[in-house]
């Protein structure tokens, strides 16, 4: 198969497309800058927190709806131990995030003008447990990257017939660079782009896959298929803990992402910061619909009939690559073009979350609050701009281990939900929580979450919990594993939290062991605003009671 040269001609608009716009939105934010004397740091990390109601809603979307959301919606509808069951556990999970994040996390921390979710630890816990958090952070962001990369790679190498790595390294140049000239900005307004253009690219798709003589009818084969397994995916009440387990793994562990809360700190008022968490809930779900479709008709399809031929994608162990399988022998050539478009749209509306979310951990978090506090706003600008490449080049490095992005996809969540959702849920909820529990829940649930194993990831359970069966030969946690190791961090922080401040209150310990200066906090103060903040409190308070006013005003308020 030689080079398809009208895919690539193609694939050069789309990415000039998405690049122009990051342009323009980098001399947008020149311009909002002087306008209002942000700093450097202020406008490229948070847009000068005037990201209004519709293009907060655009960029909060893109920030799940990436190339593994894409591909993963095909690839669990065709896969039969999944199906639409497990698709619409994952399309709710998502939405969900959403909602939890605007009702519990946005308010709290968007009133106090944090700059990242790492503030409130360096304002309760000081710069040694914040530094390590951090770290934790940095790589749920790091690993990201070739996560959604390793998509896009395989679905441009089967339509396009374009080296892997020339793929990768494209898509990811690509990202860096708006992200690099324009900050938040470029990466809000390439949102609005990128989610466009996988909405419409994949429904013009869709017709052509379900009018191809080799795909049969969907409705009959629901339930019974003689191609292909049921698409329903099969339910069995023997996996409804693991059901349960990943929905809240995906609904809370999406709290504990940086790009997440970027968004809602980026809003212009408190009230927009929650009102864009809850639009999203429901755009999120129209992104599902597409890809769910077209995997819908690769598992009806009969595959012999294609140029594909017999056995079927799932059947070889393609299943990874059914949506550009899909496009390439389902429908015709410029149609599958526009569905690779819309693909690499969606890889980089994540990845450069990922470049940014990373870049504001470390320009903020450690090397400002850390390694040099006397920086100057221009370094602080440099900062941010080397983390970007760094971070990208590291994370399109990691994409070369191909055969990984499962490891990759496990680590970065595992990360965000058993570490760093419980420390940010304590912190932010409960005033007695102190450095000694945040160390002990740390320690708890990642020492409980090794030992309960992972058969995807070679590890061996050691804990073996009610419901542990040996099937072929590999050991299977039918137990909510996850679940019970982030409740597991989140019970050691308050317990060891509670026993410590009790333990030097109470003079039942001497106060220089106190390291965390529990004593100091025996009078347990909310946390507080974070200091040099761009936004004004008195505006903040004013806006904050004309909330619902501001609702009304014109959306796409930031003057496109």
């Given at each position: 198969?030689?080079?398809?040269?009208?895919?690539?001609?193609?694939?050069?608009?789309?990415?000039?497309?998405?690049?122009?716009?990051?342009?323009?939105?980098?001399?947008?934010?020149?311009?909002?800058?002087?306008?209002?004397?942000?700093?450097?740091?202020?406008?490229?990390?948070?847009?000068?927190?005037?990201?209004?109601?519709?293009?907060?809603?655009?960029?909060?979307?893109?920030?799940?709806?990436?190339?593994?959301?894409?591909?993963?919606?095909?690839?669990?509808?065709?896969?039969?131990?999944?199906?639409?069951?497990?698709?619409?556990?994952?399309?709710?999970?998502?939405?969900?995030?959403?909602?939890?994040?605007?009702?519990?996390?946005?308010?709290?921390?968007?009133?106090?003008?944090?700059?990242?979710?790492?503030?409130?630890?360096?304002?309760?816990?000081?710069?040694?447990?914040?530094?390590?958090?951090?770290?934790?952070?940095?790589?749920?962001?790091?690993?990201?990257?070739?996560?959604?990369?390793?998509?896009?790679?395989?679905?441009?190498?089967?339509?396009?017939?374009?080296?892997?790595?020339?793929?990768?390294?494209?898509?990811?140049?690509?990202?860096?660079?708006?992200?690099?000239?324009?900050?938040?900005?470029?990466?809000?307004?390439?949102?609005?782009?990128?989610?466009?253009?996988?909405?419409?690219?994949?429904?013009?798709?869709?017709?052509?896959?379900?009018?191809?003589?080799?795909?049969?009818?969907?409705?009959?084969?629901?339930?019974?298929?003689?191609?292909?397994?049921?698409?329903?995916?099969?339910?069995?009440?023997?996996?409804?803990?693991?059901?349960?387990?990943?929905?809240?793994?995906?609904?809370?562990?999406?709290?504990?992402?940086?790009?997440?809360?970027?968004?809602?700190?980026?809003?212009?008022?408190?009230?927009?910061?929650?009102?864009?968490?809850?639009?999203?809930?429901?755009?999120?779900?129209?992104?599902?619909?597409?890809?769910?479709?077209?995997?819908?008709?690769?598992?009806?399809?009969?595959?012999?009939?294609?140029?594909?031929?017999?056995?079927?994608?799932?059947?070889?162990?393609?299943?990874?690559?059914?949506?550009?399988?899909?496009?390439?022998?389902?429908?015709?050539?410029?149609?599958?073009?526009?569905?690779?478009?819309?693909?690499?749209?969606?890889?980089?509306?994540?990845?450069?979350?990922?470049?940014?979310?990373?870049?504001?951990?470390?320009?903020?978090?450690i090397y400002k609050n850390i390694l040099r506090p006397q920086a100057s706003d221009r370094e602080i600008h440099w900062v941010i701009q080397v983390a970007v490449v760094v971070v990208g080049l590291v994370g399109t490095s990691l994409s070369s281990l191909k055969n990984s992005a499962i490891m990759f996809w496990f680590l970065g969540n595992e990360v965000a939900y058993v570490i760093i959702f419980p420390q940010l849920f304590c912190v932010l909820f409960f005033n007695f929580s102190n450095g000694y529990g945040a160390i002990m829940g740390f320690l708890v649930g990642l020492v409980l979450r090794l030992l309960c194993g992972d058969p995807s990831l070679g590890l061996t359970p050691v804990l073996h919990f009610p419901g542990c069966t040996l099937e072929d030969g590999v050991y299977v946690q039918y137990a909510p594993v996850k679940t019970i190791s982030m409740l597991s961090a989140?019970?050691?922080?308050?317990?060891?939290?509670?026993?410590?401040?009790?333990?030097?209150?109470?003079?039942?310990?001497?106060?220089?062991?106190?390291?965390?200066?529990?004593?100091?906090?025996?009078?347990?103060?909310?946390?507080?605003?974070?200091?040099?903040?761009?936004?004004?409190?008195?505006?903040?308070?004013?806006?904050?009671?004309?909330?619902?006013?501001?609702?009304?005003?014109?959306?796409?308020?930031?003057?496109?």
């Amino acid at each position: 198969m030689a080079v398809n040269i009208p895919g690539v001609i193609a694939m050069v608009f789309f990415y000039l497309l998405v690049l122009g716009t990051g342009i323009w939105a980098s001399f947008k934010s020149k311009r909002e800058q002087k306008k209002s004397a942000a700093t450097g740091m202020d406008m490229a990390l948070l847009g000068n927190r005037r990201i209004s109601l519709v293009v907060g809603i655009f960029t909060m979307t893109a920030t799940w709806v990436g190339g593994g959301f894409i591909t993963g919606t095909s690839e669990m509808m065709c896969t039969p131990s999944l199906g639409l069951t497990w698709t619409l556990v994952m399309m709710m999970a998502y939405s969900s995030s959403f909602i939890i994040g605007g009702l519990m996390f946005a308010q709290p921390m968007r009133e106090r003008n944090f700059v990242t979710m790492l503030d409130p630890f360096r304002t309760k816990y000081g710069n040694g447990l914040t530094t390590g958090l951090c770290l934790a952070s940095l790589v749920t962001d790091v690993v990201w990257i070739p996560t959604t990369l390793i998509g896009l790679g395989g679905t441009m190498t089967v339509v396009l017939d374009i080296s892997y790595s020339v793929c990768i390294w494209i898509s990811a140049a690509i990202a860096i660079a708006y992200t690099l000239l324009g900050g938040l900005y470029s990466v809000a307004y390439t949102d609005i782009i990128q989610l466009v253009l996988i909405f419409f690219g994949l429904s013009i798709c869709i017709p052509f896959v379900f009018m191809n003589p080799s795909t049969l009818d969907i409705s009959q084969a629901i339930m019974n298929n003689t191609q292909h397994d049921p698409w329903i995916g099969r339910q069995g009440l023997e996996k409804i803990w693991i059901m349960i387990d990943n929905f809240l793994f995906l609904v809370l562990g999406s709290q504990g992402y940086q790009c997440f809360h970027q968004r809602t700190l980026s809003a212009s008022s408190p009230f927009t910061a929650k009102l864009t968490c809850f639009a999203a809930a429901f755009v999120v779900i129209l992104f599902v619909i597409p890809s769910a479709l077209l995997g819908v008709a690769a598992a009806s399809t009969d595959w012999n009939l294609t140029s594909y031929g017999s056995p079927s994608p799932y059947e070889r162990g393609e299943a990874a690559l059914i949506l550009p399988i899909t496009l390439q022998h389902l429908t015709p050539s410029f149609i599958s073009i526009i569905g690779i478009g819309c693909v690499a749209a969606a890889v980089m509306s994540s990845a450069d979350s990922a470049l940014l979310s990373a870049a504001s951990v470390f320009s903020s978090n450690i090397y400002k609050n850390i390694l040099r506090p006397q920086a100057s706003d221009r370094e602080i600008h440099w900062v941010i701009q080397v983390a970007v490449v760094v971070v990208g080049l590291v994370g399109t490095s990691l994409s070369s281990l191909k055969n990984s992005a499962i490891m990759f996809w496990f680590l970065g969540n595992e990360v965000a939900y058993v570490i760093i959702f419980p420390q940010l849920f304590c912190v932010l909820f409960f005033n007695f929580s102190n450095g000694y529990g945040a160390i002990m829940g740390f320690l708890v649930g990642l020492v409980l979450r090794l030992l309960c194993g992972d058969p995807s990831l070679g590890l061996t359970p050691v804990l073996h919990f009610p419901g542990c069966t040996l099937e072929d030969g590999v050991y299977v946690q039918y137990a909510p594993v996850k679940t019970i190791s982030m409740l597991s961090a989140v019970a050691a922080i308050l317990i060891f939290s509670y026993l410590a401040s009790v333990l030097f209150n109470k003079g039942l310990l001497p106060e220089k062991w106190d390291v965390y200066k529990v004593k100091a906090q025996h009078a347990p103060q909310p946390l507080r605003p974070i200091d040099g903040t761009r936004v004004a409190n008195e505006n903040e308070k004013m806006n904050e009671n004309n909330s619902h006013t501001e609702a009304l005003e014109p959306m796409m308020s930031t003057t496109m």
